[in-house]
Nanobody, 117 residues
Framework: QVQLVESGGGLVQAGGSLRLSCAAS????????MHWFRQAPGKERELVAT????????NYADSVKGRFTISRDNDRKRMYLQMNSLKPEDTGVYYC??????????WGQGTQVTVSS
């Protein structure tokens, strides 16, 4: 019902910025809560940020709080993660996730973010 495609990853120096995008297709995009996850090699997948279906509620992992901003545009079926003041420990594959109790959970293919020291 939902297909997700991430983009915007790349290689940046520590202290730099990236803006990740998640493009969704399918109906009822606004019914899904949206999340960004990331996974570094050899580590568990980590929840980075969450935004409610309405956009009224956002949450961040402590490690990114104050540096990352999650947003969504339901009309355009897009979700974004603005990442500032990047650190090497932010390196990993970032995944877009859409979650609905009724409609299921969907994942994008991931986009690589590499932050050099």
């Amino acid at each position: 019902q939902v297909q997700l495609v991430e983009s915007g990853g790349g290689l940046v120096q520590a202290g730099g910025s990236l803006r990740l995008s998640c493009a969704a297709s399918g109906r009822s995009f606004s019914d899904y809560a949206m999340h960004w996850f990331r996974q570094a090699p050899g580590k568990e997948r980590e929840l980075v940020a969450t935004i409610s279906w309405s956009g009224n509620s956002v949450n961040y992992a402590d490690s990114v709080k104050g540096r990352f901003t999650i947003s969504r545009d339901n009309d355009r079926k897009r979700m974004y993660l603005q990442m500032n003041s990047l650190k090497p420990e932010d390196t990993g594959v970032y995944y877009c996730n859409a979650e609905s109790v009724l409609l299921g959970t969907y994942w994008g293919q991931g986009t690589q973010v590499t932050v050099s020291s």
